[in-house]
């Protein structure tokens, strides 16, 4: 947890409702850090249907391993969270602080082990001490509250400098749903499943298959669609648990996720996570500019997308924008080297609403003071017209800065 | 051009021996620099043999396309190569900017424009005005010697802190030969075909098909193995001339790369093309540490490789070894990132001599004491053991530090 806050942060928190069916608290375990919490409990005290998407790491923590095996069964009564140890790369021990973890927080909630969740998240490598975890599950069940959204965020912060929120409402056949979410960063982030830790809630009535479905669709344009340091975690967890307490209110059930009544739901839950995945890169390392990066023209979407990543992993263009230099041959670069088909001859490129290249060469008309002003500014819009196709992919990054580099320097030690 | 040049720089630079068959000069064209050259003439003045690599950049400089163009044809007998600016994504006005230059160029040195070779480094995107090097290359003709190897390697520099040179000896059946060559970097260094600039010149004499056949085969494990940054130039060239003057002192001319004649030559230039990638990985922008990467154990050399460079290009890689953090969480991480077949429970990591994770976790005699000192190091050997199969691959990378980002975050202004 930094001692100053990012520029980019958002300049108010939402007010978060209470979302019924759920119930939270958090406790300092004393896993890492001092003064501070580092656990998040989430009780749901009747059985919530749930969908999950985990990193494509082929090295995942131990705590992904043990959420997928447990997301067939599709029912969770208990999430478990904890910052400052990631459990990954723990081999056996790794696996026996979650088998252990799931039975404390079974034991304090009253629910099987497979309606447990966890996610860790940390340095990596070092053996995590589930023991620490036994002592304060229980009580922490006994005073989870539903009103705990900003203090279960802050729960599960590393290196972030503010807590990640969001809510939305929408209606589901005339009834009103609303979906709560928080979400971690800072670093490590690469768009490649999730790409962090993050926990959506809502009270609507909806099956897990079709829940995941919708967060499986959700992801790409969101949590993948975010990149700070191209470094994919170990660790990234996204989950969506549905309480069904909207059913109280007349609700019918959803079962599939082809069910016309989910519009409203889907378009709420797209655009909750699209907001934390934005919180995420505005608090990315050390960053000073945000950057959307969007790219039309390509061959395909999938194309235009790899060509966006490509530009927005790039050193040499985050360093660029972190020096507020117009710099659009970097740009050039980066779709040259990004191996989808592109034609240097009909590539056009603006920062902001200024074209500074076009047919391959530099705009006739360019003007280095009218590119330097969108590079003043905080938030800057990069896009790149290939002149091939219609693909299309928006990407969103961070500059890359000397902070970057000296909370990445040190931040094991 | 830096001021204080880069720790890492060899402690010595070796005497080049003249080589027969080439003359070289440099001058100051005042294209961007001043008080310094920034172009260099090479002469051939008998036909010399060529042969090319160059950049995968779907946007390849214009040089870089007209020496595409000419390599066909088989002949040099110039090269103008100038810094300061890459004539890169400069549309029609790059492509008559090196038809210029190789027409001034082809009436200096009094040959064909086709056998004229041309490549340009520096900043992207600015038109390049060719008719500075009408002015000059006569001259330069005029008074190009042989003995000139450091002041070549100087003219091509841009924030480059030390020329880079090299040289060898070998034997084709009994007649010595002797390789020169000379490399710049420093940074949009990343390995997709040579990388940087680089010239290489023999006077043995090999036809042009056995040095393109040599030269391919030597770029894979030598320039082809190193990143600074994951970023591929527009403008990567590395070039093979051969002078033939061997000829006179009774080398029989090789005409295919399979005759066995060439065992003694290919290992001298391989070892050459190791030696000027690993300078250029030693001057990467704000390098304060060298990294060799070595994967053993992958399913294929392919992916050993693949595996090697996402742990090379890693931010939290290469910042953790900028602190000298032994965070060998992050080799993990970039391990399961990189896409190709791991098994975390059989992977193995050491720095240096030092095992510090081993069956998936940290190893049970792992000392923070040890670690530290290999990374307190600064030449720092990063070994993964996959346990899967034979495949092996070697990469070289520096770390990342806030000079890099202050380097690139004002560079082209």
């Known amino acids: 947890m930094s001692a100053s806050v990012s520029p980019l942060a958002p300049k108010s928190y939402p007010d978060m409702p209470p979302l019924r069916g759920v119930r939270m608290a958090t406790a300092a375990a004393g896993i890492k850090y001092k003064n501070r919490t580092d656990v998040l409990l989430m009780v749901f005290d009747r059985p919530a249907a749930v969908a999950g998407v985990f990193t494509r790491s082929k090295c995942p923590s131990a705590p992904v391993d043990f959420c997928r095996a447990n997301l067939p069964h599709g029912i969770a009564r208990a999430v478990v969270v904890n ?18 973890t799931a039975k404390s927080a079974s034991q304090a ?26 002592g304060v599950l229980g009580d922490m069940n006994r005073t989870a509250a539903g009103d705990f959204w900003q203090e279960a965020a802050k729960a599960i912060m590393t290196t972030d400098t503010y807590p990640k929120v969001a809510t939305r409402t929408a209606e589901i056949g005339g009834v009103k749903v609303t979906i709560n979410g928080i979400a971690k960063g800072a670093g490590m982030i690469a768009p490649d499943m999730a ?36 470094d994919t975690s170990t660790s990234d967890t996204l989950m969506l648990f549905a309480t069904g307490a909207a059913a109280d209110d007349g609700q019918v059930r959803v079962e599939s996720a082809d ?50 990543l490509s530009i927005a992993n790039s050193p040499l263009v985050k360093t660029a924008i972190a020096g507020e230099d117009a710099n659009w041959g970097r740009v050039v670069m980066a779709v040259g080297k990004s ?40 938030d800057i819009p990069v896009k790149v017209d290939l002149g091939l196709g219609n693909g299309t992919a928006t990407v969103w990054t961070c500059d890359l800065t000397k902070e970057y580099v000296a909370i990445n320097g040190d931040y094991r030690s």
């Open 83 to 100: 910052s400052g140890n990631a459990n990954a790369f723990t081999g056996i021990k790794g696996k026996a602080a979650t088998a252990l």
């Open 109 to 134: 909630v009253g629910c099987g082990e497979n309606e447990v969740y966890l996610a860790s998240t940390g340095v990596i490598g070092e053996p995590l001490d589930a023991t620490k975890f036994a």
């Open 195 to 230: 790409t962090m830790l993050s926990f959506v809630v809502t009270d609507a009535d909806i099956a897990s298959p079709a829940l995941q479905t919708l967060l499986a669709a959700g992801v790409g344009p969101s949590f993948n669609s975010v990149t700070v340091d191209s």
């Open 259 to 308: 069910d016309p009544r989910l519009q409203s739901f889907r378009a709420a839950l797209d655009d909750l996570l699209k907001d934390l995945a934005l919180q995420v890169v505005r608090d990315g390392e050390g960053a000073r500019k945000m950057v959307e990066i969007t790219v039309t023209g390509a061959e395909s979407d999938a194309a235009a997308k790899v060509i966006a």
């Open 339 to 378: 191996g989808e088909m592109a034609d240097r001859d009909r590539l056009a490129i603006w920062f902001g609403d200024v074209r500074v290249a076009v047919e391959g060469e530099r705009d006739p008309s360019y003007s280095e003071a009218a590119a330097t002003a969108v590079m003043r500014q905080q």
